[in-house]
């Protein structure tokens, strides 16, 4: 399995980003997917998961109502849709692939900043 994530960028507080990461290679086996991020100087944090189906979602506290995780299964693609920005929000966002094995597959990461 391999990821490629896009759509980070620059914003300003209150404004919105998405975030796409399109998963290839043996796509069938992945069991779950998510978003991380790492702050500089920070240790990385997750920030939304997924279920295979995309039935199940859980979010970390700081963005929850802000933050969408969804994923469309027929173009093997997963996005995050985050509105509300802040400051804080500022990281590499990094997409995850959790296989069978529990193994994780990371994406190479994408950077989000947002300016006050």
């Known amino acids: 399995v391999q990821l490629v994530e896009s759509g980070g960028g620059l914003v300003q507080t209150g404004g919105s980003l998405s975030l796409s990461c399109a998963a290839s290679?043996?796509?069938?086996?992945?069991?779950?997917m998510g978003w991380y991020r790492q702050a500089p100087g920070e240790q990385r944090e997750v920030v939304a998961t997924?279920?295979?189906?995309?039935?199940?979602?859980d979010y970390a506290d700081s963005v929850k109502g802000r933050f969408t995780i969804s994923r469309d299964n027929a173009k093997n693609t997963l996005y995050l849709q985050m509105n509300s920005l802040k400051p804080e929000d500022t990281a590499v966002y990094y997409c995850?692939?959790?296989?069978?094995?529990?193994?994780?597959?990371w994406g190479q990461g994408t950077l989000v900043t947002v300016s006050s």
């Open positions: 997924t279920t295979s189906g995309g039935g199940s979602t």
């Open positions: 290679g043996s796509t069938g086996s992945i069991v779950a």
């Open positions: 995850v692939a959790q296989l069978p094995t529990g193994f994780l597959v």
